[in-house]
């Protein structure tokens, strides 16, 4: 079936402006995760959804970052007022179960290359 | 904070060898442990995951697993040129967020013709 798909696959924005990225998950999959991975730096998460809900934000970088998840399906993070340093490749990822008390596979879309001008 | 090390490497192995890459982990108390290969300008994909200690194979790839040390390392056997990628040891979050995955920076493999 089809894999997690990410939109757009490249975005160039100029310093300030707001950006939204978004994700379609694996058809059935209930958790979905956005993750952040700068130049030669490891995966850095940012948020989970299970269902439409986000029990934990904590990993947003601040809070310029938002994300939200409706139908239990294609979740959307958006950036405002973007920084440099904001310039990463944005990863969504979805699985089939969450639970709290251990992690479960996790499948990557292609990821959205953000550069902010 | 949970930490997950890796050697960056680049580690390089002639063809037809076993790659073997290592990672280490804080948290005694971790439970999930997952192998992704990252090709250069691709998104991670899983290979493997274990759970329990000892060894898990699927195909030629092989996870081990010690808790005790704290350890889960991924070995290639016949390593083969498209092999060449970053692997990253990803393990579960700590307190309450458990179902979280928290990444190693990966090591970069090269396997040489």
């Known amino acids: 079936g089809a894999g997690v798909s990410q939109s757009p696959s490249n975005k160039v924005t100029e310093k300030g402006k707001d950006v939204e990225l978004r994700c379609d998950p694996i058809?059935?999959?209930?958790?979905l995760y956005w993750y952040r991975q700068s130049l030669g730096q490891g995966l850095e998460f940012l948020i989970y959804?299970?269902?439409?809900?986000?029990?934990?934000k904590s990993g947003l970088p601040s809070d310029r970052f938002s994300a939200e998840r409706t139908g239990g399906s294609v979740s959307t993070l958006t950036i405002q007022r973007t920084q440099q340093e904001d310039s990463a490749v944005y990863l969504c990822?979805?699985?089939?179960?969450?639970?709290?008390?251990?992690?479960?596979?996790?499948?990557f879309g292609p990821g959205t290359r953000l550069t902010v001008t | 904070q949970k930490e997950v090390e890796q050697n960056s490497g680049p580690l390089s192995v002639p063809e037809g060898a076993i790659a073997s890459l290592n990672c280490t982990y804080s948290?005694?108390?971790?439970?999930?442990f997952f192998w992704y290969r990252q090709y250069s300008g691709k998104s991670p994909e899983l290979i493997m995951f274990?759970?329990?200690?000892g060894d898990k194979e699927d195909g030629r790839f092989t996870a081990q697993l010690n808790k005790a040390s704290q350890y889960v390392s991924l070995l290639i056997r016949d390593s083969q040129p498209s092999d060449s990628a970053t692997y990253l040891c990803?393990?579960?979050?700590?307190?309450?967020?458990?179902?979280?995955?928290?990444f190693g920076k990966g090591t970069k493999l090269s396997v040489k013709p």
């Open positions: 990822a979805s699985s089939s179960r969450h639970s709290l008390q251990e992690a479960y596979e996790q499948y």
């Open positions: 058809s059935g999959h209930t958790a």
């Open positions: 959804f299970q269902g439409n809900s986000a029990p934990d």
């Open positions: 948290d005694r108390g971790s439970q999930s």
């Open positions: 274990i759970y329990s200690n």
């Open positions: 990803a393990v579960n979050g700590n307190g309450g967020s458990q179902g979280n995955l928290i």
